[in-house]
């Protein structure tokens, strides 16, 4: 098991290593046979979208003592948009703090994280986290997970993220959990 190197990748460096970052994903998230694929191409997609978002920013973990210096982690996000559009899903009622944070710009999500099995648990992801959300000048950062996902909820409230409420997307049959947490800003 290997140094890691952390690398900023711009929008354009993001687009251009989209296989190479979908490729991650795969191995990162370990699917089952034939949901592989699916997957894949919905991460593309999704990718593609928030690419194009103002205020994309990625964090690449790059393993240096594998063999080509491949990818052992990522994790990207992007400002709200100040109009609240983001919060559609949330069910119940929005606090008001985070209302206005949204409403000034100061709200950050954290829309992707993942690292390879072999990577866990030796602080890479933490690191990706803190480095990705520390070139912010967000005052809050907000995720959205699966609540099945319990190694991932541990994981980012070990490092100080707290739950806001649910999302449901949507159809309204699929929800999330939402954290935050506050940033230095």
Do not use: C, I
Not at 46 to 74: H, K, N, S, T, Y
Not at 162 to 183: I, M, N
């Amino acid at each position: 098991m290997g140094e890691v190197f952390f690398r900023k990748l711009t929008r354009w460096q993001a687009d251009g290593d989209r296989e190479e970052l979908a490729d991650l994903y795969v191995a990162a998230y370990q699917e089952p046979p034939g949901e592989e694929y699916r997957n894949r191409e919905r991460f593309l997609a999704v990718l593609a979208d928030d690419v194009q978002r103002p205020g994309f920013d990625m964090v690449v973990a790059d393993d240096v003592e594998g063999e080509d210096d491949e990818p052992a982690g990522l994790a990207y996000g992007y400002p709200l948009h100040r109009d609240g559009s983001w919060w559609r899903g949330f069910v119940g009622v929005l606090p008001g703090e985070v209302e206005e944070l949204t409403a000034s710009g100061k709200v950050f999500a954290l829309a992707e994280l993942m690292v390879l099995p072999e990577h866990r648990r030796r602080g890479t992801g933490s690191r990706l986290q803190d480095r990705l959300l520390s070139d912010s000048d967000a005052e809050l950062a907000v995720a959205l997970l699966d609540p099945a996902n319990s190694a991932a909820l541990d994981a980012f409230r070990a490092w100080g993220w707290e739950r806001l409420g649910q999302f449901r997307d949507d159809t309204g049959e699929s929800a999330l959990e939402v954290l935050t947490r506050a940033l230095p800003g």
